[in-house]
């Protein structure tokens, strides 16, 4: 027999066994490797979403809570007392003293909107998943010729995680219908609440809330 | 000669070498920048957090520096603590005070390092000027005010209480609202009362409402405590006593003067042009006792160490044009009775008497006890021009104004190094707050 | 086959390394976020010492009842829940958080030793450092708050110092 012959034998194709457990290992391989790459690729979209969210909550916060410190309740309009809370407040921060007198700086206003697009009618008006949502907003000379405007975050709650518009406390903190930012007055202090959502690439929602202290520094002219 | 015939190898095996490692090489590749890229972001997170971390617990031991800086100069220090070179170490921390007096007030700027974190304070600290008079009623234990009584508030530099009662609130006219009632301890409101102002019990205690009682404004506890005013009696030489004999009159100049025993006899008629200050052993007017003030030059204050004693039919008048500025300030412990259908004017600061003013009364003024009761259907009006009265207590202070700055570290802000490392500061060494006065 | 056999060996190590990285993003997450919950749990007690009247602090948040302001057992002492964070398996009293005032809890002591509270140090403005409880007449106070949890990363400490006085 020539050798050609031999190798051409050889050669000739897999057994059905071989295919089979070829074909299956190359499946089981490619789906293992498909399933890591989703997981990762959800992991990461989610993370990054979480991540963010997250960092966003705790920056804004800490903005409305520095912004609060400096004021005093004789500064702020309204001033609304638990269990009630408001949506919108304005206030002056101190930005020093001149003999026995504070000096107050620009008039502010921290106040949740809807976001654009969106109303209050109970829909998804702009069709990202969530219903009435908003921002939080930082403006400065409100309705003067000078008025500057920030946005601190997006993604706002229309309501507070775990409440609803029932008239009732839902989640059982001692406030009623809160909404997702909202802040009331207690004494010489103020309890703010925060609330985010938003939608990750899978349609799950993505919630991140909190609520601080923060009592106020200065005391105004008008004793108590 | 050999043949030698290399094994054939078929096509297909040739262009299959290398490509399953090829392939494997990529995916773990791609999966790897995946993976990279999700551990960036989860310890970009974490770093941030971190940071905050150290930021706020630099700004906690900011306040501790206000602290620090206050009590010092409370304690008569000048309310520097510690510098950059030799800050003051507390909490893993360092923070160190720079004081800058002005006047009677002094300016803190507090500096803070955590780790990262950084943080400044400005504060302005001056001395505690305290209002004796800042509303209707102020006690430092609890107020019992009858039933149908009305509190309001007027000013005295506007004239006479009628021509300003020109508002309308909850169906009864008042003058203005600055009727502020407050306690440290409870606060109990008769049926029908009115006040039309705050009424405000302790931080601990609570207020009671009867039935249609009102109040215009905040019923909430108090904050903080109404702190003792401790009243400084002026060291005068007496000139023995002094009275004003039944029907007569006598007048008291503008000055400083001592006396024992002072009092208005039945129908007597004293007038006391200011400023003056009178110290007295003890206080009496008698019935249809007139006391005649005349504020136009300056306030007349009475300080009375003793009994004070006000008779139902006495009487307390500005002279025309003049707003009523006197005040009695009462070092007494006792009580001290107003009998029914009394009318008083001026400010009365007693701070450790308990005070009864019976009912159908009528007080245009303000009043300051340890405790205080009123009868029914008694009327009050504080009087807003008693707000220009003062006491300076130069060795306490107070925060005026609170402030967020950039700390003071300059270069070493923007570096966010372990404030030890950055600064070549020996842990071991740092003095204790308490030690870093002055330093 | 040996070219295979290696490629199935670089993509398990692969998906190996790949998951682990998934693991430990997931834990660095969880640990972020536990660390923004402590912050801010500390921060609000912070807040609320500042809130309360400077004389009742220290019977607010010691470990007696008995002096509790508004009556025996009304305070709310010196341990706090905080709500997302798991108690550490060897914590005495069960709670995540603690206000930690100089002393023994129910005392306030001058002559403690504790460097990172700046004791001992004189607590009443009488320019001595004596062994007396100064509950009462207290015009400075060092207060220390603790948050100790059990997180993704294991047992976690978090701790913010100030000092406390008579604002006004």
């Known amino acids: ?224 | 000669m050999k043949l030698r015939v290399r094994p054939h190898r078929p096509r297909s095996v040739h262009l299959e070498a290398g490509s399953a490692l090829l392939m494997a090489v990529f995916v773990v590749g791609s999966l790897m920048m995946l993976s990279v890229a999700l551990l960036a972001t989860s310890t970009s997170s974490s770093r941030e957090q971190s940071a905050n971390t150290a930021r706020q617990r630099a700004f906690y031991l900011a306040e501790a520096g206000v602290s620090e800086g206050l009590t010092a100069l409370r304690a008569g220090a000048t309310g520097n603590i510690g510098s950059i070179a030799t800050p003051a170490y507390l909490g893993t921390g360092v923070f160190w005070v720079e004081a800058t007096p002005s006047g009677n007030e002094t300016t803190l700027l507090v500096s803070a390092m955590w780790g990262s974190g950084r943080a400044g304070l400005e504060v302005v600290v001056g001395e505690v000027r305290s209002q004796p008079f800042g509303g209707m009623f102020d006690a430092y234990e609890d107020i019992v005010i009858g039933d149908e009584v009305f509190i309001d508030a007027f000013n005295t530099w506007l004239g006479p209480y009628a021509p300003q009662v020109v508002n309308t609130e909850n169906g009864v006219d008042f003058a203005h609202e600055r009727g502020r009632v407050r306690s440290n301890g409870d606060v109990d409101i008769g049926a029908d009362t009115n006040i039309i102002g705050k009424a405000r019990p302790g931080p601990t205690s609570s207020i009671t409402l009867g039935p249609g009682a009102y109040v215009s404004q905040s019923t909430t506890p108090l904050a903080d405590y109404i702190r003792l005013i401790p009243i400084e009696v002026p060291t005068l030489v007496s000139l023995g006593p002094y009275s004003v004999p039944p029907g007569g009159s006598r007048s008291i100049p503008p000055g400083s003067y001592g006396f024992d025993d002072f009092g208005i006899g039945d129908s007597g008629e004293l007038t006391i042009v200011g400023p003056a200050t009178i110290v007295v052993a003890s206080y009496t007017q008698g019935a249809g006792g007139r006391l005649l003030v005349d504020a136009t030059a300056g306030p007349v204050t009475i300080y009375c160490t003793g009994a004070f004693a006000y008779d139902a039919t006495a009487e307390i008048d500005t002279l025309m044009g003049a707003p009523l500025d006197l005040a009695f300030m009462c070092t007494t412990t006792g009580s001290i009775d107003f009998a029914p259908s009394t009318t008083f004017r001026g400010g009365l600061f007693a701070p450790g008497a308990d005070l009864t003013i019976g009912e159908d009364s009528e007080i245009f003024g303000s009043i300051v006890a340890s405790r205080i009761t009123t009868g029914d259907r008694a009327r009050f009006h504080f009087d807003e021009h008693l707000l220009t009265r003062e006491i300076t207590s130069p060795e306490d202070h107070e925060i005026v104004s609170w402030t967020v700055v950039e700390a003071a570290g300059g270069q070493f802000n923007a570096l966010r190094q372990d404030p030890f490392e950055l600064l070549g500061l020996d842990r071991g060494s740092l003095p204790r707050p308490s030690d870093a006065w002055d330093l | 086959m040996v070219e295979l056999l290696i490629a199935i060996a670089v993509l398990t190590l692969g998906i190996g390394a790949v998951s682990s990285t998934l693991v430990t993003s997931s834990s660095l997450n969880r640990s972020s976020r536990e660390a923004m919950i402590a912050t801010s749990a500390a921060q609000n007690v912070l807040e609320t010492l500042h809130a309360e009247p400077f004389e009742d602090v220290f019977a607010t948040y010691n470990s007696s009842a008995a002096d509790d302001p508004l009556g025996a057992g009304s305070a709310p002492g010196p341990a706090f829940a905080v709500p997302g964070l798991d108690v550490q398996v060897d914590d005495p009293d069960g709670f995540v958080g603690e206000v930690i005032m100089p002393g023994p809890g129910d005392l306030l002591l001058e002559d403690v030793g504790d460097a990172d509270l700046g004791m001992p140090r004189d607590l009443n403005a009488d320019g001595i450092v004596d062994g007396a409880d100064h509950a009462t007449d207290y015009t400075v106070l060092p207060v220390r708050i603790r948050v100790a949890w059990r997180g993704a990363a294991g047992d976690q400490t978090l701790e913010f110092i100030t000092t406390l006085t008579r604002r006004r």
């Open chain 1, 1 to 224: 027999m020539s050798r050609c012959a031999a190798g051409k034998r050889a050669a000739a194709g897999f057994t059905l066994l071989e295919l089979t457990l070829a074909l299956t290992l190359v499946g089981v391989i490619a789906g293992s490797i498909g399933l890591v790459m989703k997981t990762c690729s959800r992991a990461l979209r989610a993370g990054a979403s979480g991540a963010a969210l997250e960092s966003n909550l705790r920056r804004s916060m800490d903005f409305v809570c520095d912004r609060l410190r400096a004021a005093s309740t004789s500064t702020l309009v309204p001033l609304t007392e638990s269990p009630f809370s408001t949506t919108q407040i304005d206030f002056q921060r101190a930005v020093g003293g001149v003999g026995p007198s504070v000096v107050w700086g620009n008039p502010e206003r921290i106040l949740f909107e809807y976001s654009p697009g969106e109303t209050d009618d109970g829909v998804d008006n702009d069709a990202n998943g969530l219903i009435d949502e908003g921002r939080v907003v930082w403006i400065q000379n409100a309705g003067s010729a000078n008025e500057t405007r920030a946005t601190l975050c997006n993604w706002v709650r229309e309501y507070f995680e775990g409440e609803e518009d029932t008239g009732v406390d839902d989640n059982g903190n001692g406030r009623i219908d809160e909404r997702g930012f909202s802040i009331d007055i207690e004494g010489n202090r103020a309890h703010v609440r925060l609330s985010l959502e938003r939608m990750d690439s899978d349609g799950r929602s993505i919630v991140r809330t909190l609520e601080r202290t923060v009592t106020f520094r200065n005391q105004g002219d008008d004793l108590p």
